[in-house]
């Protein structure tokens, strides 16, 4: 009897080791998933899971579009392409209007956000930028009929933005006499433009130049406003390990002239010969 009394107490201690052994394996995994959710995912596990989840615009060629087949091109898929193949995944591409770039980081929805992206001081603050890889400013389109070649003429007119861009930041802190009709997306936005509900309208001068070649009676008449910015990748505030490697990955790119490259194929079709790759990429 005291013989089955010690075998039963030592398999119930057994017992009790093994369900705390769990618990703190339970614990430490749960702790390795929330410090994961919080910075975003590493390199390793985007690795793991096989795909790189990236937010880019659907309607804004030649930077993030769909073409009438359903494949994605223009610049920005082009980079996105490339980042995936150099870390061996497929990409999986979340399609985002200008105000959910952020928010498509801060909930996981994506890991990269590649979306025309202009770096402020403001975003500065909610996302992790990495090394820039265009110049941008903001510019100004308008009929030819009605020209408008300095923003002061844009006083009291009614000029069209995309939420959540830095032509809507500039407009509403620099201009409050220009009345703005905000829009969700570009082709809202262009298409507002294009029926003559608006007079004018503004967003970043790179694809504006293109916009206009595509659509005859339209002119760029302000091609730069503010301060000349810069184009990024953009990964969620905190995810140190994304940002290192696409920085190193940004910069392996421009010393192979990827940019350049990319540059003719996507995007000099689009521009009139007075653009040169130098207004827009960066080389160095």
């Known amino acids: 009897m005291k013989k089955l009394k010690k075998i039963i107490a030592g398999l119930v201690a057994g017992a009790a080791l093994i369900s705390l052994a769990a618990c ?3 614990s430490s995994g749960s702790s390795d998933s929330s410090a994961s959710s919080q910075q975003g995912q590493t390199v390793e596990q985007i690795k793991k899971a096989g795909k790189i989840r990236i937010a ?4 804004l060629p030649p930077y993030g579009y769909v073409k009438n087949d359903g494949a994605r091109a223009g610049y920005d898929v082009a980079l996105g392409n490339k980042l995936a193949e ?3 995944v497929k990409v999986d591409w979340v399609q985002v209007n200008a105000d959910g770039r952020v928010d498509a980081l801060k909930s996981d929805k994506v890991d990269l956000v590649l979306a025309n992206f202009t770096v402020t001081d403001e ?3 909610v996302v992790d930028f990495a090394s820039p890889y265009m110049k941008v400013s903001i510019g ?3 009929p030819d009929s ?3 070649t300095d923003a002061d003429q ?3 007119k009614t000029l069209a933005v995309t939420k959540g861009t830095t032509a809507e930041t500039y407009f509403t802190q620099n201009y409050p006499d220009v009345t703005l009709q905000k829009y969700d997306s570009k082709t809202q936005q262009f298409q507002a433009f294009k029926d003559g509900r608006v007079d004018a309208l503004a967003d970043d001068n790179t694809y504006l130049y293109a916009w206009a070649k595509e659509n005859p009676g339209y002119t760029v008449g302000v091609k730069t406003l503010g301060e000349e910015s ?4 953009a990964v969620k505030k905190g995810n140190a390990d994304l940002l290192k490697w696409v920085n190193s990955e940004i910069k392996t790119l421009t010393d192979d002239g990827f940019f350049e490259q990319a540059y003719q194929t996507e995007l000099a079709p689009s521009f009139t010969d007075d653009i040169k790759p130098e207004d827009v990429i960066i080389t160095k």
């Open 24 to 26: 703190g394996s339970s």
């Open 56 to 59: 880019t615009f659907g309607d």
């Open 86 to 88: 150099d870390l061996g």
């Open 123 to 125: 975003r500065k603050q």
């Open 140 to 142: 100004v389109v308008s």
């Open 146 to 148: 009605a020209k408008i």
């Open 154 to 156: 844009l006083k009291g």
């Open 230 to 233: 810069t184009i990024a990748p």
